[in-house]
């Protein structure tokens, strides 16, 4: 490439760059986003393709991502709540865990608190039967369930959290008490995956990503997807076709502070709503197997009190919340 | 067999071309400065450096994380040696001699061992990675709750090893450890206990902030109380820096013994890195001619542990890449890794990708060698540490402990917890109440609890569940041999004195 035709490019890139930034005091915005777990996980992963879309397409000028880890994020929480108060500068990544996690930890601080600003991703969760297992369809496990829920093991991820949620709403949608469901949380997906595959539980529930390999190479036998919709690339069909008035999705949204301006809100809904149609948010999204599910504005605040309330009725159900 | 090894070899290719060679080399370096430094792991290297490394190649940049990974698991053990603070749990084992030796101006050996036994552990591993990966697997999962709690019963037994001379303060010291196991989230039905409002407490007690409490600030405070009283020397160098012919012919077989424990531990779903070490120290103490220098710095106490940590990493690979189940919290980030790349690991990767994860199995043996070439060198001036003078050796021991706690755990309640484990490391080492007992109490407390309450909601409370497989009966067997041999022995020995 000679010199004369690199610099037209440049140029010409950077005209277009100009061009796809129509509020150029945007990127002027110096962003701080709280992920309130450690490195590796969703949160965390969220936090960091946030950053990634955001500095990569020019939205904004840095993007600084914290983590504050533990009790299911609600240690982050708090310190957002206590520190960034009317603070239009940063944002919080928060999920349906946290929504269980406040009210299993008593945590002091709850969602109540921060301003809502988007939902950005809502991941299907499937339930599955080891390979041998009698359990052909989502019907026979239901009548297992019916006729003595404490004898389905089910397996998932921690207390309280969306997969908890999710066999308690089944075992309730196949007419069984919910309270009465045998659930043994183990922490991360690789153990309740080798839990799975050893046979040692009935039914497994988890992210639809965290099993797909096995379900493809036919160690796993997936019954239903937990979304509304089918899953692209995914045979599986979802527990509504099938009769189950169930739907439980893993969510994760970013919430702003506490008591800042209307302006500092719509400075940041319109930020995040640029970044989920940029080209780099869609390449992560598909790197990362997430499902697209953005719902910002008056529609996200509804959703996430109604999540609350559900959640708050779920775990108490199954006894997790007096 | 003749597959694997054709595999292997083409794996060998990949994994020496020199861009791949470049990021082994980063990523043991990488590894090597992070798991010297407390508080930063394996595994907060690699998240961070995930986000730098999307536009790599996957298999330059998932070398380089294999990389990080077996250097974090030999820089661990440097901190434990030379100045008695684990920078991760599985290390926590080696201080109990390693430091010994180091104050007994045997530093260099105690390293030597470290490191060698180290990289033999990590290459008989990594041969047992390529060999059995699949037919090992296939055994893990087999693993139910009930056989991880006879395992648990079995560490427990073992940790009489680390009781010193007492028995009644080893238990106090062990129970003082189950109690803080206790302390946050009850995992089976998300309920707190024991944490009074405190959010940081939900999560239970940080073993490293527990660790670096009894064991760094807990010694530095002893010896600023001694100090008015009588100097401790401390010898940086005593007799050879190299292992002398003594040495080796004293470390290869707990080498060995290391390696067969931490492999098939660490290829366990819940099996983990600390649990091989404690049975390494266990199995060295009751074989070693030389009991008398247990606990004064016997350096089959070193090499056994290490080797068997470092072994365990390599099994940790194994259930990752054959079923993509990540065991270890580095071993799920590097799960995310492959997943960046679109790759899913698990039986169809070695179909869909051979060159990828032969490449990274070659690139391990790669990544071994050039840690025993970067860390043999580097004995000697981590020995000399030893020589800088005791007040400000201290001082920097501080400064580093509440470094590396707060960077695992940003909190002011976190640092006042080391500081208070810190004055109970000092009472306890006041009083000669050991305190590795109450550090593996934390680590296998929650673990037993966890897995004793699984089996029986699974089993739905039918206690017979616990000696229900062939495995959790042979384990239970070893422990009630572990426990009451010696008791017999004992017996034996006074009835023929008696007859006498």
């Known amino acids: 490439m000679s010199f004369r035709t690199s610099v037209r490019r440049v140029a010409l890139a950077a005209g277009l760059a100009l061009a796809a930034m129509p509020g150029a005091a945007l990127a002027q915005m110096e962003l701080k986003i709280t992920a309130p777990a450690g490195p590796g996980g969703g949160w965390d992963a969220a936090a960091r393709s946030m950053q990634q879309a955001l500095t990569g397409a020019g939205l904004a000028r840095s993007v600084q991502v914290t983590n504050v880890t533990g009790a299911g994020g609600t240690i982050g929480l708090a310190q957002f709540v206590n520190t960034a108060r009317g603070d239009g500068s940063q944002l919080l990544v928060n999920g349906i865990t946290m929504v269980g996690a406040i009210l299993t930890n008593k945590a002091p601080v709850g969602l109540d608190r921060v301003t809502p600003i988007a939902r950005l991703t809502a991941d299907p969760l499937v339930i599955v039967v080891p390979k041998a297992s009698p359990h052909q369809t989502v019907q026979d496990l239901a009548a297992a369930i019916r006729a003595e829920p404490g004898k389905v093991v089910w397996a998932g991820g921690s207390a309280g959290g969306a997969d908890h949620i999710l066999a308690a709403l089944f075992a309730q949608a196949a007419g069984a008490d919910a309270s009465k469901i045998n659930y043994i949380p183990f922490s991360g997906g690789g153990e309740a995956l080798a839990a799975m595959l050893g046979g040692h539980v009935t039914a497994g529930v988890s992210g639809y990503g965290e099993f797909e390999s096995q379900i493809k190479s036919g160690r796993l036998r997936a019954l239903a997807l937990s979304s509304p919709e089918r899953l692209a690339g995914a045979e599986v069909p979802t527990l509504k076709e099938q009769g189950m008035n169930v739907e439980v999705v893993n969510w994760r949204a970013v919430v702003a502070a506490p008591d800042i301006s209307a302006e500092q809100k719509q400075a940041l809904t319109a930020v995040v709503d640029k970044m989920v149609k940029t080209p780099q948010w869609t390449e992560i999204l598909k790197a990362r197997g997430w499902s697209d599910a953005y719902l910002s504005g008056d529609g996200f605040a509804a959703f996430l009190t109604a999540e609350r309330e559900r959640v708050a009725d779920v775990l108490r159900t199954v006894g997790l919340v007096k | ?500």
């Open chain 2, 1 to 500: 067999m003749i597959e694997t090894f054709a595999a292997l070899s083409q794996g060998f290719l990949i994994a020496l071309t020199p861009a791949n060679l470049l990021f082994a080399l980063v990523g043991v370096l990488l590894g090597t400065a992070v798991g010297v430094l407390p508080g930063i792991g394996p595994a907060l290297t690699v998240a961070l450096l995930l986000p730098v490394t999307f536009k790599l190649d996957p298999a330059g940049s998932l070398i380089m994380f294999a990389g990080i990974y077996y250097g974090g698991m030999y820089g661990g053990s440097t901190t434990s040696i030379l100045i008695n603070a684990p920078g991760e749990s599985a290390s926590m084992i080696t201080a109990l001699e390693g430091n010994r030796m180091a104050k007994a101006g045997r530093g260099g050996p105690a390293l030597a061992t470290a490191a060698i036994g180290s990289f033999v552990a990590g290459t008989i591993a990594t041969v047992g990675l390529a060999l059995f990966a699949p037919q090992l697997v296939e055994v893990a999962i087999g693993f139910g709750p009930a056989d991880y709690f006879a395992l648990m019963v079995l560490a427990f037994v073992t940790v009489s090893a680390t009781f010193g001379a007492s028995p009644l303060r080893g238990m106090t010291s062990l129970f003082l450890g189950l109690f803080l196991g206790l302390v946050g989230i009850d995992s089976l039905t998300g309920q707190t206990r024991l944490t009074f409002g405190v959010p940081e407490l939900v999560d239970g007690i940080e073993i490293t902030t527990l660790a670096v409490g009894l064991f760094a600030v807990g010694e530095a405070l002893h010896v600023a109380s001694r100090r008015l009283h009588a100097t401790d020397e401390l010898v940086p160098v005593r007799g050879s820096l190299w292992m002398s012919r003594e040495d080796w012919r004293r470390s290869w077989k707990p080498w060995l013994r290391g390696s067969l424990l931490g492999f098939p531990i660490g290829a366990l779903p819940a099996g983990g890195a600390e649990i091989p070490t404690f049975l390494s120290y266990a199995v060295e103490r009751r074989l070693t001619k030389h009991p008398d220098q247990f606990g004064q710095g016997a350096i089959e106490g070193v090499a056994g542990p290490e080797a068997a940590n470092n072994a365990s990493a390599a099994g940790t690979l194994m259930p990752l890449l054959t079923l993509g189940l990540p065991t270890s919290a580095t071993a799920a980030i590097m799960l995310a890794g492959f997943q960046q790349y679109g790759l899913n690991p698990g039986p169809l990767l070695f179909v869909e990708r051979p060159d990828l994860v032969w490449g990274l199995i070659a690139s391990l043996f790669v990544a071994n060698a050039m840690l025993l070439v970067l860390n043999l060198p580097l004995v000697g001036l981590w020995v000399r540490m030893l020589a800088i003078p005791q007040p400000w050796l201290y001082a920097g021991i501080l400064v580093f402990s509440a470094m590396g706690t707060v960077a695992t755990n940003p909190s002011p309640v976190e640092l006042a917890m080391l500081l208070v484990f810190g004055l109970l490391g000092f009472g306890m080492r006041r009083f000669d109440y050991p305190i590795a007992p109450m550090i593996v109490g934390l680590i296998l407390g929650p673990l037993a609890e966890a897995q004793l309450r699984r089996a029986l909601a699974m089993s739905l409370g039918d206690p017979t569940v616990l000696v229900g497989s062939p495995v959790a009966v042979v384990l239970l067997a070893l422990a009630a041999v572990a426990l009451l041999a010696p008791l017999l022995f004992r017996g034996l020995a006074r009835f023929q004195a008696a007859e006498d």
